[in-house]
């Protein structure tokens, strides 16, 4: 196994870690284990280090590879933006892996999915309202930033344990230098690749999480 590593500053001098780091991707490459898989990628759990998961990126699909990932997430969590922490990036002959935080919380797919037991905790702490309103903040100080995300689908924004909206996954996200630029087009030689907006992705969550929450009779709470 050849691997090359990019490690966060913070972690360089951290053996326990980058031992553990070189273990999981043995034991993926050669045994394999996941917590989920999403359309493109794969997430495992890291071995005795329970606040961190390792992505592992299939090359064949994402818009961009692990090392820009990672730059995103440093990037934004240097910003004290609510995304996972990076670790590191790595790279073998065989697979590319972004470790990063673990986000103690659950999607809003999960949530609606009833798949783990936070479900009454995160129920018992968010607010309607102020989740979609905070969300909303993020997204355009991320916009602000040049950033644009361009999958905010049902499984890639999380919901703490305190109902604070929390987003993942920036593997199709894009960042854009000149204002004038549409940010939810890829121009290529022949064809154009074209993105749903942060905006719209945003009402079709509140309808989801809504829908959810009406059904579970939480608006009669309130």
Same mark, same amino acid.
């Given at each position: 196994m050849n691997e090359k590593i990019n490690w966060l500053e913070q972690n360089r001098e951290n053996p326990n870690l980058q031992n553990a780091v070189l273990r999981a991707i043995e034991?993926?490459?050669?045994?394999?284990?996941?917590l989920g898989k999403g359309k493109t990628a794969t997430i495992?759990? /890291?071995?005795?280090?329970?606040?961190?998961?390792?992505?592992?990126? &299939?090359?064949?699909?994402?818009? &961009? &590879?692990? @090392?820009?990932?990672?730059?995103?997430?440093?990037?934004?969590? @240097?910003?004290?933006f609510p995304v996972p922490a990076p670790v590191c990036f790595a790279q073998t002959d065989k697979a590319e892996y972004v470790f990063m935080e673990i986000i103690d919380g659950l999607s809003i797919e999960d949530l609606v999915k009833g798949v783990d037991d936070k479900e009454s905790e995160i129920l018992k702490n968010i607010n309607f309202n102020d989740f979609f309103r905070e969300l909303r @903040?993020?997204?355009?100080?991320? =916009?602000?930033?040049?950033? =644009?995300?361009? *999958?905010? =689908?049902?499984?890639?924004?999380?919901? *703490?344990?305190?109902?604070?909206?929390?987003?993942?996954?920036?593997?199709?996200?894009?960042?854009?230098? /000149?204002? @004038?630029? &549409?940010?939810?087009?890829?121009?290529?030689?022949?064809?154009?690749?074209?993105?749903?907006?942060d905006e719209n992705k945003i009402i079709e969550l509140k309808k989801i999480l809504g829908s959810y929450l009406k059904n579970k009779g939480f608006f009669n709470k309130q």
């Open positions: 034991r993926i490459e050669c045994e394999g284990y996941c495992c759990a /890291l071995e005795d280090y329970p606040d961190i998961c390792v992505k592992i990126i &299939n090359k064949e699909t994402p818009v &961009n &590879n692990g @090392e820009e990932e990672m730059d995103f997430l440093r990037e934004l969590s @240097e910003k004290k @903040e993020l997204v355009e100080k991320m =916009h602000r930033e040049g950033i =644009h995300h361009r *999958d905010l =689908h049902e499984g890639n924004v999380m919901i *703490d344990k305190k109902g604070k909206p929390v987003i993942i996954d920036f593997g199709t996200a894009k960042k854009i230098r /000149l204002l @004038e630029e &549409n940010p939810y087009i890829d121009k290529g030689i022949r064809d154009s690749v074209y993105f749903p907006s």
